[in-house]
């Protein structure tokens, strides 16, 4: 019933006129770490991926560590959850290497897709580093959501922290047009996050009673709230960059921000505790 919710939720947005291409965008608030540690050795389940909030996670993180030898994976569900590869260079276990992707890239079937066991690497001290000390870099995803193939990323930093590493997972976005490509960092129909910091940041997310909009814009914003079955619960009109959402029940919701000419900037899903 939820997935089944969830999904008219989704055919309310992609059917109106003005969220064709419509970009789902989905702030990491606050960012997930994880520290590679040869004590614990390893890692699973660090932050699991869903990308339309059906309860099925399409991605996930894990590592090992074995002091000399280090791997950090970035995992899938299913077969049908394909990652951007760079090449078809193994290493000695057989795992293959996730493509280092900048802000602007295309991610679309151009791209190398496809998986490997172990599953596929962030960084490895046997072959490959990859992602480690590079900065922000994106991973381009590829997955179905029933029968229809989506693209989307997600925004990681992988970083030599002190004597060992330590992966930042930030934010992930897909496009929910079936078949159409995304940029690395696109997280609205018409743009791209070239400074890796959301056009509008919605924060706290979760929040009790109150969310805050972070945003270069200027001008008054308008936003409309919508529940898990499509129904419109909430609008008006913020100047202040605040948004009240005391009156709203506990639960997770969608909100549109909207410009004064009327454009659709971008939608956010938002917690409420």
Do not use: C
């Amino acid at each position: 019933m939820k997935k089944i919710i969830f999904l008219s939720l989704m055919l309310l947005f992609l059917s109106h006129p003005s969220l064709k291409s419509q970009i789902f965008y989905f702030d990491i608030n606050p960012d997930v770490v994880t520290e590679m540690s040869s004590t614990v050795e390893s890692a699973y389940n660090i932050f699991p991926i869903d990308f339309n909030n059906d309860g099925t996670e399409e991605y996930d993180f894990r590592w090992d560590d074995w002091g000399t030898d280090w791997f950090m994976h970035f995992t899938f569900n299913v077969i049908d959850d394909q990652i951007a590869l760079d090449g078809t260079t193994t290493n000695m276990y057989g795992g293959r290497f996730i493509k280092k992707l900048a802000s602007g890239d295309p991610i679309n079937s151009s791209l190398l897709w496809g998986t490997s066991y172990p599953e596929p690497f962030i960084g490895e001290s046997t072959l490959n580093s990859n992602f480690l000390d590079q900065g922000d870099k994106y991973i381009g995803v590829k997955f179905k959501l029933g029968t229809n193939i989506h693209y989307g990323w997600v925004l990681v930093n992988f970083q030599t922290y002190n004597t060992t590493r330590k992966l930042i997972i930030k934010s992930y976005a897909y496009n929910g047009t079936p078949n159409a490509q995304i940029a690395a960092g696109q997280i609205s129909s018409s743009s791209v996050d070239e400074n890796n910091q959301a056009y509008i940041g919605i924060y706290p997310n979760p929040a009790e009673n109150v969310i805050k909009l972070n945003t270069n814009l200027e001008t008054s914003i308008q936003f409309e709230i919508y529940n898990g079955i499509g129904q419109k619960i909430a609008n008006g009109v913020t100047s202040d960059k605040t948004i009240s959402i005391s009156e709203i029940e506990s639960g997770i919701y969608f909100i549109k921000l909207i410009s004064e000419n009327g454009a659709l900037i971008e939608t956010q899903k938002i917690v409420k505790r």
